[in-house]
Every structure is written in C-alpha cells, then in structure tokens.
C-alpha cells in the first residue's frame, strides 16, 4: 500500500492505492501556500521575495522572512540555493551578511548586480582523476 499526496489551494486530496483496487479520499486540510507556489524553484521564490531592479540590485532580505510560502528558503547547510556554483550566483553576485549573530551562520542575503564573469566548477577534471589513478595503480 503506498499513498500519494496532491496538495491544491486550502485542501489535500489522498490517493491510497491498495491491492484490491484505488481508493480515492479527500482529506481537507487548511494549506498555507497557493498552488503556484509549489511548481516554484528556490531560485524563483528568492528572487520573487527579493525583487531586484533592472539593474540586478536588491535589498537586503533577512533569513526571518522565509516564512509562509518562502519556507522552502531556509538556510539549512549553508544555503543550497545561493551558494557559488548554484544559478543565482551564476546569474547575479550574491552577497551575504553574517554579522547580525554569532558565529558563521547567514543573516542576510542581498544581490548586487548581475556577474560579469563565468563562474567555475569545483569538480576535478576527468583528465587529473585520470592521472592520479595511474600514479596510485603504480
């Protein structure tokens, strides 16, 4: 048996699929995001919540506003959405502010313009794993 969840505007609907047959059940719950909200990426709901101007400025957005429908934001390992190689930062220079509270964690994030330049990867060529394989089969 195996259920799948479709979450709509102010209601879920269950389907339970058991070995006899389908068993459709509605179960109302109160949602607190709009279905459109669902299909967005975590980039799109940034830049959404940030708003940047024409020229890829925006304000500064504190981590306390992803709430409600920009929970999925939260900064939990160090920001899977805004770190360098993701496709904002590839887009526009992220910026961060730790200084608000102890420690290494981030307070806010800011764009300030678009990048100008490519950023690389942190993956290691094919070509060096190649060779380092060799020197250690040696």
């Known amino acids: 048996m195996f259920q799948i969840n479709i979450s709509f505007l102010f ?23 709009y279905y459109n909200m669902v299909n967005k990426s975590k980039t799109e709901l940034f ?15 504190d981590v306390s506003e992803f709430v409600g429908n920009y929970k999925d934001l939260t900064l939990g390992n160090g920001g899977s ?6 496709k904002l930062a590839k887009t526009y220079r992220v910026e961060f502010d730790k200084s608000k509270s102890n420690g290494n964690s981030i307070d806010r994030v ?4 678009f990048a100008e330049k490519e ?20």
Do not use: M
């Not at 800011?110 to 313009?113: I, P, R, T």
């Not at 950023?119 to 040696?138: A, C, F, S, V």
């Open 47 to 61: 830049l959404e919540l940030a708003k940047p101007n024409e020229k890829g400025i925006s304000r500064w957005v």
């Open 119 to 138: 950023i690389g990867t942190q993956h290691i060529r094919n070509d060096i794993k190649n060779t380092i394989r060799k020197i250690r089969l040696n």
């Open 81 to 86: 959405w805004c770190r360098k190689e993701s």
């Open 110 to 113: 800011c764009l300030n313009g």
């Open 11 to 33: 209601y879920s609907v269950k389907f339970v699929k058991k070995a006899g047959g389908n068993l459709f059940r509605k179960s109302y719950k109160i949602r607190f995001y």
